[in-house]
């Protein structure tokens, strides 16, 4: 089954892929011939994902898949949350996210996070939304080269490497994008979509 994750990422791409095995063909926004930045401009994840979706779905008529992910802060009241990619600003930068993450902990004790991501998906069958949470804290420091965005500062529950410090098979043991997709895969599989999207 051929089916579009509303997206460039090749990052995104490669983990969603490897989630997926054989059984489905990931294609980009590219690959379809969408070459428009897709807005993302609502206030949950659950709306910037669902906005994403909906725009390549009914401009291509393809099966697809969107995902929205945000890091949630205790100490910053959910902060930075659905604006997670351009926390420092519009240039999306992931240092510059970083650095105002850890300045904006500096005098805080609670390092408690979750990174959560909700994906949605809309078929011929009609849309279905999938949640994975990832809890953890958030470093005092960066540590780590693979992986992206906040990944470096994140450190799981219950493990002592950051996101940045796995290869990319632990990483989808566990992250909350691997969550959300084994949740999406599963629905698939039972609906058996491969045969009627």
């Known amino acids: 089954m051929k089916i579009c994750f509303a997206t460039n ?3 995104k791409i490669k983990e969603v892929q ?3 095995g054989s059984t489905f063909q990931i294609v980009s926004l590219i690959d379809i011939g969408c070459n428009e930045e897709l807005a993302e401009d609502q206030d949950t994840l659950e709306g910037n994902s669902l906005q994403k979706a909906r725009y390549v779905y009914d401009h291509y008529r393809v099966p697809c898949f969107a995902d929205d992910t945000g890091l949630e802060v205790q100490a910053l009241n959910g902060a930075p949350g659905v604006y997670s990619a ?7 930068s ?4 970083m ?7 500096a ?8 990174f959560r991501t909700v994906v949605t998906l809309i078929t011929g069958a009609g849309v279905n939304q999938f949640e ?12 780590g080269t693979e992986g992206f965005g906040y990944d470096p500062l994140f450190l799981p529950d219950g493990h002592t490497k950051t996101l940045a410090e796995m290869s990319l098979a632990e990483k989808n043991t ?18 058996n979509l491969a045969t009627r999207v």
């Open 99 to 105: 650095n105002l993450l850890l300045a904006n902990l």
């Open 174 to 191: 566990l992250s909350h994008r691997a969550r959300a997709v084994h949740a999406l895969t599963l629905f698939l599989k039972q609906k």
């Open 18 to 20: 490897a989630l997926l």
């Open 107 to 114: 005098a805080k004790e609670n390092r408690k996070a979750q």
């Open 9 to 11: 990422n090749d990052h």
């Open 132 to 143: 994975g949470v990832l809890k953890g804290e958030i470093l005092k420091e960066k540590r």
């Open 94 to 97: 992931a240092e510059d996210n």
């Open 86 to 92: 351009r926390y420092a600003g519009h240039q999306r």
